[in-house]
């Protein structure tokens, strides 16, 4: 069970002509409970002007399933003026994605075009981080796919793919400066 959950089944946050903005976590913004994305959900469009274009979880958790984060067209992307252009995860938060979520298209201007992780977890199972060419990868200065300062990634034993990401500093794919990863 998913008590105390806001559950988003084939719905769409966001998209090339309704996106959302906000400070902070400019589609969808998690400090507490539970969220759970699903059926081809998708969460494009949006923008921050700090952290969490698309998806912002500071506390409480994300499941993102079968899902997309980002899009294939400059409208559809998602955008964070600092980090996490498509998911910031720091404080408690903690996410998953997995079975074939689609993170891509999305830009940050500091760490993490695709996840941004300062504190907190990530679990990536079976998806893909950035896209099917570089045109349509994430992007940011530091860890064009995912960047880690502090917190815990893993990747489990279903295939995920990092690929077709760009940083213009450092970690085009991925960025580790700190915590703890498992691959």
């Keep these: 069970g998913y008590a105390n959950t806001l559950t988003l089944t084939g719905t769409a946050v966001g998209g090339s002509t309704t996106g959302n903005s906000a400070p902070i976590g400019g589609g969808i913004n998690v400090a507490a409970g539970a969220l759970l994305v699903q059926s081809s959900s998708t969460v494009s469009g949006n ?28 409208t559809t992307k998602n955008s964070a003026g600092t980090t996490g252009g498509g998911i910031d995860i720091s404080g408690t938060g903690s996410v ?7 993170v891509e298209g999305n830009s940050a201007t500091n760490n993490g075009g695709g996840v941004n ?6 679990t990536l199972n079976g998806v893909t981080i950035g896209g099917a060419t570089a045109a349509v990868g994430n992007s940011a200065a530091d860890g064009g796919g995912i960047a880690m300062t502090t917190g815990t990634l893993t990747l489990n ?8 990401n760009t940083a213009t500093t450092d970690g085009g794919g991925l960025e580790i400066t700190g915590g703890t990863a498992t691959f």
Excluded: E
């Design 96 to 102: 998953t994605l997995q079975n074939g979520t689609l």
């Design 47 to 74: 923008s921050a002007t700090g952290a969490g274009g698309g998806l912002n979880v500071s506390g409480g958790s994300a499941t993102i399933d079968n899902s997309t984060i980002g899009g294939t067209t400059v």
């Design 117 to 122: 992780i300062t504190a907190g977890a990530l």
């Design 157 to 164: 034993t279903s295939a995920s793919t990092i690929q077709f």
